[in-house]
């Protein structure tokens, strides 16, 4: 009898072990690579809104051309942006919204095609609407890959 | 489930196993080191530099607070010739990454630029460098606007105008040039010729007035014009001056110590003696005063007469050992009282009056001085007629003989010769030929020759160079 009650509290010493180091585990790789799931999952969307708590841009300049807006953007903050995909951009006016017929996203210096503007990196982004106000202001909103909005406030004419 | 039963199990019996089995409590021990352990590294992953969560946001709202600060001291201003001057004031460097050009026609450039503005300096920016910079040395016509970008995104928007500023510059151009030419051999100057030759050169010489010989560089002349100093007469060979004679005035005068008043001499003197002591009768005022007087008169006894009524008189006699009493009828009587008249004093003031007196009064000696005034006749001395020493009183004037000094003027007399530096006339140059001397060179000027041949020539020419002018329209903002 009691060479028995010694084997069995060794034996659960080392299962709480083994379990403890398993949570621990679990945990971090949740937090620090996140686990390969299709679904959003809560470590997702907390790794998301920590990308998007650094994702600091704004808008230096815009040109209106016709249908054509040139908005440039510079990425200050502390995570690249990635606009292309998903390509979502709105004109807003009022109570009138509209989603961008064309999207062109390209660095500003050499015109090169990007999909993501980096840390510190002046961009270029035309957006080409089917009717663009022509006196006031109106807003254009741009949604990224993490789905944060960036909305800035443009003056016509 | 065998694990979950075990653990239970385990826990359940762990305070009775610990009191009869110290073993028994290891797995409880080494279950919470383990959770402390893991409790410690979720820590450490949250708050780590590089990927905690907390960190981030620290990181985030460091970034949002020096742009809110490089926003609020950021100002900018034109200062002419096309300098964008840039300020930062609150505290942090501004660093400015890119530059976008915008046309009137819609097309925009941008290009990284590095200017840093640290806090509390100002940076000039010359727009139309940097323009040129991006358009490889050109201006692209209808430039409307540059923005300044900085690395934490904000814009600073300058409105711009084309200015044609002219420039003086020289070219070489091909024209007709006339040139000259000195036929005779001399040498082109501008537009003249000049010819130089050696001067002729006269030496200098010494030269003495008429009358006076040469000797080295001195001139001598033998016995010269005599004359007398301060206006005498030459009488024979001496000269004779007379001028008047000098009279001193008579007057009086006192022995030293002496005072002169007129025609007398007065002198003060005190004397110093001794008062022996003496007594001496003295007139002195006893001052009056008040003075009482007190008169007494003594008290007496003196007699009065006074109507005694009638009265009955009680009377008493003893009778064996009876008192008996009995009243008599006293009629009315004169009786004569004797009565005490008490003394007084009277008390009377009067006044004493003052009056003079003579006493006899002991003076003891003492020193006394006494001042007198003595006078004495002064002392006349009478005046007189004199001369300055070296002359002779002759008559009423004074005469000076003396001999006749020499006519030398500005030479020097030895003996009977007048010794005067001779006249020097230096050498000099002349150009017998007509020219112009200039030091030992004599020059001669002519009209150079013209002949026309074909040269390239500098020419100065204006062009105009565009630069970019900011006009007072900033727009600062992120």
């Known amino acids: 009898m009691k060479k028995k009650r010694a084997v069995s509290e060794v034996v659960a010493a ?3 072990l083994v379990v403890t180091v398993g949570v621990f585990g679990i945990f971090y790789a949740y937090y620090v690579n996140g686990l390969s799931s299709s679904s959003t999952s809560v470590s997702q969307e907390i790794q998301n809104s920590n990308k998007a708590t650094g994702e600091l841009m704004s808008l230096v ?94 003056s016509a004419g | 489930m065998s694990f979950s039963f075990t653990l239970k199990r385990k826990l359940c019996f762990t305070g009775m196993s610990y009191r009869r089995k110290g073993l028994a409590s290891l797995p409880i021990t080494i279950f919470f080191i383990a959770l402390v352990a893991v409790a410690f590294v979720s820590i450490d992953a949250l708050t780590s530099a590089q990927t905690g969560l907390f960190s981030k946001q620290v990181s985030v709202e460091n970034t949002l607070t020096a742009r809110q600060q ?46 840093a503005v640290t806090s509390g300096q100002t940076q000039s920016i010359n727009l139309t460098s940097l323009v040129q ?11 409307t606007s540059i923005t300044l970008v900085t690395s934490r995104g904000i814009y600073i928007t300058s409105q ?11 070219v070489q151009q091909q024209q007709q040039v006339q040139q000259a030419s000195c036929p005779n051999g001399g040498n082109l100057q501008g537009s003249n010729c000049v010819t130089t030759y050696q001067a002729t050169w006269h030496p200098g010489y010494y030269s003495c007035p008429a009358g006076w010989y040469l000797v080295g560089s001195n001139c001598i002349q033998v016995h010269p014009e005599p004359m007398c100093p301060n206006g ?53 005022w006893v001052p009056g005063y008040t003075a009482t007087y007190q008169q007494c008169f003594p008290g007496y006894w003196t007699t009065s007469w006074t109507w005694v009524p009638g009265h009955w008189q009680t009377y008493q006699y003893r009778f064996w050992g009876f008192v008996f009493t009995y009243k008599v ?71 000076t003989y003396s001999p006749p000094n020499w006519f030398c003027p500005g030479g020097t007399v030895i003996g009977s010769s007048c010794i005067i530096p001779a006249t020097w006339h230096p050498g000099y140059y002349s150009c017998p030929n007509g020219g112009t001397l200039q030091g030992s060179t004599c020059v001669i000027t002519y009209q150079a020759t013209y002949y026309t041949v074909e040269e390239m020539v500098p020419v100065s020419q204006t062009v105009y160079n565009t630069e970019l002018q900011p006009v007072s329209s900033w727009l600062i903002g992120g």
């Open chain 2, 70 to 115: 490089e926003l609020s001291g950021l100002s900018a201003s034109s200062a002419g010739n096309g300098l964008l001057q840039v300020t930062q004031n609150s505290g942090v460097t501004t660093n400015i990454v890119y530059a976008i050009a915008q046309t009137n026609n819609g097309q925009a450039f941008s290009e990284p630029v590095n200017y």
């Open chain 1, 14 to 16: 080392l299962l709480l």
């Open chain 1, 61 to 154: 300049s815009y040109q209106v051309q016709g249908n054509t807006i040139t908005l440039y953007l510079y990425n200050y903050g502390l995570q690249p942006i990635t606009l292309n995909p998903p390509q979502k951009a709105f004109l807003i006016s009022g109570s009138q919204q509209q989603q961008a017929n064309d999207f062109g996203l390209s660095d500003a210096t050499s015109n090169k095609p990007i999909n993501t503007i980096q840390t510190q990196e002046l961009a270029q982004l035309s957006l080409t609407f089917n009717n663009i106000p022509s006196s006031g202001s109106f807003y254009i909103e741009i949604i990224d890959s993490i789905g944060k909005n960036f909305e800035f406030q443009l």
């Open chain 2, 232 to 284: 005498g007469t030459l009488q024979g060979s001496t000269c004779v001056s007379s001028s008047p004679a000098s009279y001193s005035n008579g007057y009086y005068s006192c022995p030293s110590g002496w005072i002169r008043g007129g025609t007398y001499c007065y002198q003060q003197r005190t004397t110093w003696y001794y008062v022996p002591g003496h007594y001496t009768t003295q007139t002195v």
């Open chain 2, 329 to 399: 009828w006293v009629p009315g009587y004169w009786a004569s009282i004797l009565t005490w008249v008490p003394g007084y004093c009277n008390t009377y003031r009067y006044y004493v009056p003052g009056y003079y007196t003579t006493r006899t009064v002991w003076v003891p000696g003492y020193w006394t001085s006494q001042t007198q005034t003595y006078r004495t006749a002064a002392t006349w001395h009478p005046g007189y007629i004199f001369c300055p020493r070296g002359s002779t009183l002759i008559g009423s004037n004074c005469k």
């Open chain 2, 133 to 143: 910079q991006m358009f490889n040395g050109n201006i692209p016509s209808g430039l």
């Open chain 2, 160 to 170: 711009v105008q084309m200015m044609q500023i002219p420039h003086q510059v020289t």
